[in-house]
């Protein structure tokens, strides 16, 4: 609880039990933020709020009719006054904790949650991000990989109130851009790569870059920037812009952490780390030379908080694979599965590419994939010649589909499929149980696009789904021990 003059720069001294930019969820002697978004304006909501039993209505816009009692404050930006409020709400948890933000197009999750799972060791660590909410035994879904600023603060909040100690957030370009962390201190920012995405909502590659670099000015002079200089425009960019200590890592352009030597496994990966003029010999459970990118981040960040670079390099020979991030299923046949989230066209050629260096002899390459989302061409056809290029067959499925017909869908990455063997299977458990049934020793099964995720997406909301990886396990016993598991 606090008084609303300890929110705002009023007379005024009721009290105020919570804050919401969301009309639904208001409850009595409230303040509700006007928030005109993407697709809703707030202002169309106030009478709403009011009627839930808002006492304060903060908005930009002129509101013809006033009430008596209620409290309005005109303000020029009500996001930002939104994030300033919900810190000094929820009495500023991000500068009771270590905040290690991590931004990037691809391997957030695999570089936030494998720094989570290191740290969990030493202290009481927190996660928020694609995959979940978690800290101690709390694990929640997550309704944005960076949810906006009340939800955030609230759960940091919470955090504190739990003794975390550090907590690894994943965030989003557009999170950045919609100013969700903007009153969130972080001690550290860590930058992992950079891909043409979401160029709908951020015009062009630039303004995307910019967004990105929006989180190391919310790191402070004491703090450091991670750096990635394979990522040669946006290294340029930010460099001299941030405030903050830089360390950076790569593996093609000199850095200070560095990768030589790197050894692909279908199992695991094994590369030379050179930092202070020094090589060790690293073993990591991750598979791809993208993980190998993501690894020394992570190595980067340990670096950072000063743990000696012999824990490092055992922690990550130690650390848990992230779920549904270029996961190796365990099963005793001879036959290997990995389950990916591959969300991007760069993800598909990874994976790929991968695949096809650690195959032996004649063994096959299977795809399991969709295409999520809504039609496009251009992603068709490009998964279409990748297939072609690395695959030997590929079977076409549901993602998420939202509005589209799955076999359309299905259909255009098809079109562009020349020498090998595909079929349209629209029930994703009946197309990842026909990749394990047809398995031959050897053969590497890439089921790819959901990864982690328990849902199918649409229009209309999500639709409860068991998840590849364990409709994968499933088949395996069914076909191979005769175990009909129930999922």
């Not at 910019?210 to 919310?218: A, E, I, N, V």
């Amino acid at each position: 609880m606090k008084k609303i003059n300890e929110l705002f720069d009023v007379e005024e001294d009721f009290r105020v039990l919570s804050i919401h930019s969301d009309s639904r969820y208001v409850a009595k002697e409230s303040v509700f933020f006007c928030v005109d978004g993407l697709s809703v304006d707030g202002h169309k909501y106030i009478e709403d709020a009011l009627f839930q039993g808002a006492k304060c209505i903060v908005h930009s816009k002129p509101i013809a009719y006033k009430r008596k009692n209620i409290l309005y404050i005109k303000v020029d930006d009500v996001l930002s006054e939104l994030n300033r409020v919900a810190d000094i709400f929820y009495e500023h948890p991000s500068y009771k904790m270590t905040m290690i933000g991590v931004t990037g197009s691809s391997g957030k999750t695999v570089v936030a949650l494998m720094i989570k799972d290191i740290l969990s060791k030493l202290l009481k660590m927190g996660y928020i991000g694609t995959n979940n909410i978690e800290y101690g035994s709390v694990i929640e879904q997550c309704p944005f990989t960076t949810p906006e600023a009340i939800y955030l603060h609230r759960h940091l909040s919470e955090m504190v109130k739990s003794d975390v100690k550090g907590v690894t957030l994943e965030v989003s370009s557009q999170g950045l851009a919609l100013k969700r962390v903007d009153s969130v201190h972080f001690d550290i920012g860590v930058f992992t790569n950079v891909y043409e995405e979401h160029l709908d909502f951020h015009g062009t590659l630039e303004h995307l870059m910019r967004s990105k670099m929006k989180l190391f000015s919310l790191v402070d002079e004491k703090g450091y920037a991670i750096l990635n200089t394979d990522e040669v425009k946006f290294y340029n960019l930010v460099k001299d812009q941030v405030k903050s200590q830089i360390i950076t890592y790569g593996i093609e352009h000199q850095a200070q952490i560095m990768a030589k030597n790197i050894k692909l496994y279908i199992d695991h990966t094994e590369f030379d780390l050179w930092i202070n003029q020094e090589a060790y010999r690293v073993t990591s459970p991750t598979l791809g030379k993208q993980n190998v990118a993501n690894v020394l981040a992570v190595m980067a960040t340990l670096y950072a908080l000063d743990m000696p670079i012999h824990e490092i390099i055992k922690s990550i020979a130690l650390v848990s694979t992230v779920d549904g991030r270029m996961e190796l299923i365990k099963h005793p046949y001879s036959f290997h599965v990995i389950v990916d989230y591959c969300q991007h066209i760069q993800n598909f050629e990874q994976v790929f590419k991968f695949a096809h260096s650690v195959r032996v002899g004649d063994a096959r390459i299977i795809a399991v994939c969709g295409m999520s989302g809504k039609r496009n061409q251009r992603k068709a056809a490009q998964i279409g010649r990748l297939a072609n290029k690395y695959c030997d067959q590929v079977i076409l499925t549901a993602g998420d589909n939202r509005d589209d017909s799955v076999e359309e869908l299905c259909e255009d990455i098809q079109n562009y499929l020349e020498d090998l063997v595909s079929v349209i299977i629209e029930d994703r458990m009946i197309a990842i149980e026909q990749a394990i049934e047809i398995a031959h020793p050897g053969d590497i099964i890439l089921i790819l696009g959901k990864g982690h995720e328990q849902f199918m997406a649409s229009s209309i909301g999500n639709t409860p789904y068991p998840g590849d990886k364990y409709i994968a396990l499933a088949a395996i016993n069914k076909i191979f021990k005769g175990e009909d598991d129930e999922i």
